[in-house]
């Protein structure tokens, strides 16, 4: 039994990467470097509700549609993968939470996270969110993007 | 066995001075090194809260700590594929005697990643951690938020599967007073791996090192 315990803990430190994220329970999409890093690379989050929650998690709000319009885009965008590729550099965790259904999917590769990133960036312009989100995803692409 | 000693020999040149013991294991009579124990006490917790930070420098010696500075580290943020540790320091200037504050963070390790607008690094070649946008600042900081004149969060990590990995660190908050940056205090943190096992460096408050001092004016570093 307690070997049994040992392990259970020891499977969830070590396979649970959530211990530095908020639980969000509202709809939201969340985008999380995980690959190797020198230095932090910001988490994007947005929400359809305001939130507030502990720094480094700064969410940001976009209305009902604008978030219907960034949760197609990640239906649709083809180059999502159900596991990491490799762990490098630059790759992103993508979260989605519609409803209570949660849906997790990795951009890959370094590469394949510019060009979902820039064409995410692309949709923000277009659907009009706020210049904040789409400055957050500058951000971002200009540490990934070389 | 080579290589194991040579891990051995970086293991005491990379904690030295700290108060470790490396305990040779022996078997069958002399033949054969089964193994290296620290012995250096596991380091105190670390304050949350309050000005009277003090940290054992991997070694259990106590650091006199900087006054406004809080710290929420966690020793492995862990996951599947790499290993880390994760670093928040909340700063209130007891003085406050400046109206901007930032964070310049130097890091040296023997597997850097790359970043634009860097040229690629050798190893241990120490380099300004911000993304290039012509300031020296860290740029994960926050103002203003949570109680705190400022905070900065980090997370650095290596895959899991890394042989020798060094990591280190050196951190400093500052005042800034017409673009200039007046430093508050300093500390140093950070990580190793060998044969993917995770050895966390605790912060400890120390001194700045000359180059990490110089990135403080020097814009080619940044």
Redesign the interface.
């Known amino acids: 039994m307690v070997k049994l315990i040992f392990a259970a803990f020891l499977l969830f430190?070590?396979?649970?990467?959530a211990?530095?994220q908020s639980k969000i329970a509202s709809d939201h999409i969340r985008i999380d470097h995980?690959?190797?890093?020198?230095?932090?690379i910001?988490p994007i989050i947005i929400t359809t509700k305001k939130l507030t929650l502990?720094?480094?998690e700064?969410p940001i709000q976009v209305s009902q549609d604008i978030f219907e319009s960034l949760t197609k885009y990640l239906d649709d965008f083809g180059n999502l993968l159900p596991e990491?590729e490799i762990?490098e550099?630059g790759v992103f965790k993508v979260t989605k939470r519609v409803g209570n259904k949660t849906e997790i999917c990795f951009t890959g590769t370094r590469k394949k996270s510019v060009k979902f990133l820039t064409e995410f960036k692309k949709l923000l312009k277009d659907v009009g969110a706020a210049d904040e989100l789409v400055k957050k995803i500058e951000?971002v692409l200009?540490?990934?993007?070389? | 066995m080579a290589n194991q000693l040579t891990l051995i020999f970086m293991s005491c040149l990379r904690r030295w001075p700290a108060n470790c013991v490396i305990k040779l294991h022996f078997s069958n009579g002399l033949i054969g090194i089964r193994g290296v124990i620290w012995t250096d006490a596991d380091p105190s917790p670390l304050a949350l809260d309050g000005n009277a930070l003090t940290a054992s420098a991997g070694g259990g010696v106590a650091q006199q700590g900087i006054p406004g500075l809080s710290i929420d580290f966690?020793p492995?943020?862990?996951?599947?594929?790499?290993l880390?540790v994760?670093i928040?320091l909340g700063f209130n200037d007891p003085n406050g005697q400046f109206s901007q504050y930032g964070w310049i963070?130097t890091?040296r390790?023997n597997k850097?990643?790359?970043?634009?607008?860097r040229p690629p690094m050798g190893h241990y070649e120490p380099f300004n951690?911000?993304?290039?946008?012509g300031t020296p600042y860290?740029?994960?900081s926050?103002f203003n938020?949570?109680g705190y004149n400022t905070?900065m969060?980090?997370?650095?990590?290596?895959?899991r599967n890394s042989v020798y990995v060094i990591?280190r660190a050196e951190v400093t908050i500052g005042g800034i007073t017409d673009g200039v940056f007046v430093p508050l205090g300093t500390m140093t943190y950070g990580f190793d791996i060998f044969d993917g096992k995770l050895d966390v460096i605790y912060p400890y408050v120390t001194q700045p090192t000359p180059w990490h001092a110089d990135s403080f004016t020097n814009q080619s570093k940044w």
Do not use: L
């Open positions: 430190s070590t396979c649970c990467n211990q530095f995980v690959g190797p890093s020198d230095a932090m910001e502990p720094v480094p700064v990491r762990n550099f951000r200009k540490r990934i993007d070389y | 966690s492995d943020h862990s996951d599947r594929y790499n880390g994760n928040k963070q890091v390790t850097p990643q790359n970043f634009p607008n951690d911000s993304p290039g946008d860290y740029p994960m926050f938020t949570e905070i969060v980090d997370h650095p990590g290596r895959d990591w």
